[in-house]
């Protein structure tokens, strides 16, 4: 890429192996224009940390143990958060529950990937969920982050089959795969400026969305 073009700064936070996290390394070490300032982490045992140590880039642990309540927690997180001057943050499997001022304070610059067809099974066990309500299409979606637990505005979903003989871990690979595309794409538009939250929706090219946007099936 042209390195005369300034990078979208990003804040990622995690909590677990952050296959997710790697995606979105390894796109800004070919192409995606972002610089991944910083890894945060509520668990100090959380494998994506060693992810963003081999790729060079800090980590820092806010543990949430460590807090009174999730007021003081999330602004303890984002104090260290804002050291980073992110223009964007990313929610890459951070499994905490977010406070209305936590999410007020990022509004329009946070984004979270989830694993289901929003607004589908939000919250947790998407994939067995999915399966038990015998869908037949699953997939993966990312949302602009808003009080409203994986209820924000959608942006960009992928889809995928679901199979006879699938069980909650073949699905949630499957949907895996896609998310690695899926999360690379969105922050592309966000770094483009082509993504915006206004009026509590989201727009794609000045325009707002009546339905989320498709990842195209691979080729
Ligand atoms: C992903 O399925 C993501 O959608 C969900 O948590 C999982 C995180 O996986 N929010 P990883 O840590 O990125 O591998």
Redesign the pocket.
Known sequence: MNEVTPRLPVVVL??????????LIDAAQRDLPIEIRAVISNVAE?Y?LERARRAGIPTEVVDHRDYADRERFDRALAERIDRYRPRLVL?????RILTPWFVEHYRGRML????SLLPKFQGLHTHARALEAGEREHG?SIHFVTEELDGGPVIVQARVPVKPDDTPETL?AR??EQ?HRLYPQAVQWFAEGRLELRDGRAWFDGRPLEQPLQLESAS
Do not use: R
């Open positions: 995690i909590s677990g192996g952050g296959t997710n996290l790697q995606a959380a994506g929610l890459a499997g951070f499994m979270n990937i989830h694993p993966a949630a949907v895996l998310e």
